[in-house]
């Protein structure tokens, strides 16, 4: 919502009779002027005015100090825009050290017209315009200027997301406006971290860096313009992520008792940073105090709130106290059908003990924690006290059939009904790959029904920046944050009129595009869960290619040729619009056909190793062809192709090179587990002639998975760790002598000794903690023989969780 005194908008024909002209046909009729001590904060605010004043009209128009400003009278402009604190808005009753953070105020005043806002820096940050920690309501109210009186709109990133009217005569009418930011903090995430692209520098290689750098500056101008930021701050994320390390040892009675280890602490050493905490332990509420006073007292403004977000992940407190705060019949069933119990009471008693002592330190600050995961749910008994703040991560994903929207909004109620304050932090954004995936109207009325009932923040995961296949859902969440009432049809409309005469056509296909994904989605959730994935974020990615079918891209295709046409007579930025989209929609073909590619080529089905190779490649480079161009983000792309596996093929095409495949190797392969470890002595890397001892594992998946494990498991009550040998057969053709070959492994976990026909050729160590599914190659030219059968032996040895040879191996060439 916005406080709004009055607003009387643009006119670009007739003029009322109190209306100033700021340029009269491509000419300047004003100056903006700026205090002489004015902060960097306002002086960004006024460059900002004059870009797109000047880009409007076409007129030059000048920034002074208000020393150096002259009044017509004296020879000055018929009109000053001022910009920032300044004498002429002190004279109109315009106190700018007393306006509210972030507000802003805009006022005609005669001849003049003040623009300026609430301006202060945040706690230990800069004079920086773009720091999302400092207050600037001047710059807000410039963009407020611009976007709702000027009709200037903001697309998506970059200078052809940018719609500037032509208007070589800007005629403003009386303007008297004030207004307030209702969300207090205003957040889309954005992933342009260095270590996110160091990850996926693992999986492609080296990247070139400039591209990111380009794109990670346009993103942060457009959300500042889009006036995201905040005035209210909050701490919170997974608190505990080095507690751990810096305290495991000497107080394991903090940490979580889990069932899945039986012991204090991590569910698995290979991630210590997702360590569950004991909530129900008081010496750990003590610690946590002590800790944020410790901080607190070195920043008193940006720890007024104290973190008590669990972490991420699995593993759970059982311990006697933990599990006493639980309600035993509050549970609840996953999307896999699996009835779990609901620890919300748990963490809101947790919360509680943390909040009471709180209060007796400051009783104006706060303690944060997260509604999320198993806790999601509004507690049935617990009730909250008042100094808590939730951040809700709703469980709820788009489209949906109205059932989740439901239930989102039901459950924000029952949270809102204890008196809490609560923030959204949805992960909804994040979601988003490269396929189109708008949700425009359920997204859309989910934050206005938060909005409209108490939301004081937001903190989106993450913006995934597919500018040109999910464009209108960024404007029209981007702007909610600050018109929260305004309608989905106006948003959309300022969206879709920058493509002039071919909106209609646009408009069509993302209409297509959201009904398409409302009808097909619920179908595959069934045949997610088939493949294996509980998670179906990550089980979405795998069924992009049985989803974006050619049927379905040609639809959108189709749409999109007939928009092209509609543009032939626009100006070219229009016609760059249009073919935007239409290389987005290119772009999510192509990333279907190689997610496709890359599961033929791992679970051997391929039938052209060589083609579905280039599938893959040919995609990865037009990518970041488009990327370069800002059509998409594709680095968040690649993020989500490889965040949880290899789907689109990077590590497999790095890892292959240059090399052509020669032959697939059979998937089912003779199998044995050892655990005396005899085999080696006892030289089963021989020729096999006797098949008794030997069952039948497959090679695109771990032991564990198959029956052998499962029998193992069966037999002993734990899984297998240990010696496993696989054994079998090959042959090449003779037009292959010659020329080097090479074993290519896809995974193994974790180490391999290699034979081929009785002969050891390679002792492969795992090496790092990516080790067991980093694919890697063993040089077979000297061992090999061809025109007759060969045999083939790997000996795995596994030490913890899951082992085996995984994904399938092949003979290439170098």
């Given amino acids: 919502m916005r406080w709004i005194a009055l607003a009387v908008s643009l006119t670009f024909a007739l003029a009322p009779a109190l209306a100033m002209d700021l340029t009269e046909d491509g000419a300047a009729n004003c100056a903006i002027v700026v205090a002489d001590d004015a902060l960097r904060l306002q002086r960004y605010a006024a460059e900002e005015l004059q870009y797109f004043l000047q880009e409007i009209s076409g007129a030059e128009i000048e920034i002074v100090t208000a020393t150096d400003s002259l009044a017509p009278e004296d020879g000055g402009p018929a009109h000053r825009i001022f910009v920032g604190p300044s004498e002429v808005a002190l004279a109109a009753g315009i106190n700018a050290d007393e306006l509210p953070p972030e507000s802003i105020r805009i006022l005609t005043v005669g001849d003049d017209l003040v623009v300026t806002g609430g301006d202060l820096i945040g706690p230990g940050d800069k004079d920086d315009p773009r720091s999302y920690n400092n207050q600037r309501g001047t710059l807000f109210a410039v963009y407020d200027l611009l976007q709702d009186q000027l009709g200037v709109r903001f697309l998506w990133p970059g200078e052809l997301g940018t719609e500037i009217p032509d208007q070589p005569t800007i005629t403003l009418a009386d303007l008297d406006i004030y207004e307030v930011p209702q969300i207090r903090q205003r957040h889309l995430r954005t992933a342009y971290k260095s270590s996110f692209l160091d990850r996926i520098e693992t999986f492609t290689g080296p990247l070139d860096r400039g591209p990111w750098t380009v794109s990670a500056e346009e993103t942060h101008v457009w959300l500042t313009r889009m006036r995201m930021g905040r005035n209210l701050f909050l701490n919170y994320g997974h608190a505990f992520t080095k507690w751990w390390e810096q305290y495991g040892e000497e107080h394991p009675e903090w940490f979580a ?65 933990c599990t006493a705060w639980d309600v035993p019949d509050y549970t609840v069933t996953d999307a896999a059908g699996v009835e779990k119990l609901v620890l919300s009471d748990r963490y809101c008693r947790f919360w509680n003990e943390l909040a009471k002592r709180v209060a007796v330190i400051d009783p104006e600050a706060f303690v944060v924690g997260y509604a999320y995961s198993a806790y999601r749910f509004p507690p049935r008994e617990a009730r909250l006290e008042p100094n808590i703040i939730v951040g809700f991560v709703p469980g709820v994903s788009y489209p949906n059939d109205g059932e989740g929207s439901r239930k989102f909004r039901e459950d924000w109620q029952a949270w809102s009904s204890h008196g809490v304050s609560l923030f959204l932090r949805p992960n909804w954004l994040g979601g988003i790959h490269a396929t189109p995936k708008p949700s425009m109207d359920q997204m859309a009325d989910d934050f206005r029904f938060a909005a409209a009932n108490g939301m004081i923040g937001t903190d989106y995961d993450t913006l995934s920046g597919m500018w040109c296949s999910s464009g209108p859902i960024y404007y029209l969440l981007a702007r909610l944050h600050w018109d929260t009432t305004a309608s989905t049809e106006q948003l959309l409309d300022e969206y879709y009129s920058a493509f002039g005469a071919a909106a209609p056509k646009v408009r069509e296909y993302f209409d297509y595009w959201e009904q398409f994904n409302r009808e097909t989605w619920p179908k595959f959730t069934d045949r997610m869960l088939e493949l294996g994935y509980g998670n179906l974020g990550r089980g979405f990615e795998r069924v992009q290619p049985e989803v974006y079918n050619d049927e379905a891209i040609g639809r959108g295709s189709t749409i999109l040729l007939e928009a092209a046409r509609l543009a032939e007579n626009e100006s070219a930025t229009v016609q760059a619009r249009v073919e935007a989209l239409r290389k987005a929609l290119w772009h999510a073909d192509m990333t279907a056909k190689a997610i496709a590619a890359t599961e033929a080529i791992n679970s051997g089905s391929t039938q052209d190793l060589n083609a579905d190779l280039q599938t893959i490649r040919k995609m990865h480079r037009y990518r970041l062809q488009i990327g370069a161009e800002g059509v998409i983000n594709p680095y968040w792309a690649m993020w989500r192709d490889t965040r949880t596996g290899d789907y689109a093929g990077y590590k497999l095409v790095r890892d292959i090179g240059d090399r052509s495949g020669v032959a697939l190797l059979p998937e089912k392969w003779r199998f044995r587990f050892d655990p005396d470890e005899i085999g080696e002595d006892q030289r089963w890397f021989q020729r096999p002639t006797l098949r008794e001892g030997w069952d039948v594992a497959r090679t695109d998946a771990f032991w564990e998975d198959q029956a052998p494990g499962k029998q193992w498991l069966a037999d002993h009550g734990t899984q297998y760790d240990g010696l496993g040998w696989y054994r079998t057969g090959f ?34 160590k795992m090496e790092g903690d990516d080790g067991w599914k980093t694919p890697f190659t063993v040089d077979i030219t000297d061992a090999v023989e061809f025109g007759v059968p060969n045999s083939l032996a790997v000996a795995v040895r596994d030490s913890s969780g899951k082992g085996g040879i995984y994904k399938r191996v092949w003979v290439m060439g170098e």
């Fill in 731 to 764: 042959t090449i053709d003779e037009k292959y002598q010659g020329q080097q070959l090479v074993l290519f492994f896809g995974s193994v976990d974790e180490d391999a000794k290699i034979w081929i026909n009785e002969q050891l050729i390679a002792d492969h």
């Fill in 257 to 321: 008792l889990t069932a899945e280890r039986g012991i204090r602490g991590p569910v698995s050493d290979r991630v210590p940073d997702r360590v569950k905490m004991c909530v129900a332990e008081p010496t750990l509420w003590d610690a946590i105090i002590d800790k944020w006073q410790v901080a607190r007292e070195e920043n008193p403004t940006g720890y007024q709130t104290l973190n008590a977000c669990e972490n991420d992940s699995l593993g759970w407190c059982t311990c006697e106290k």
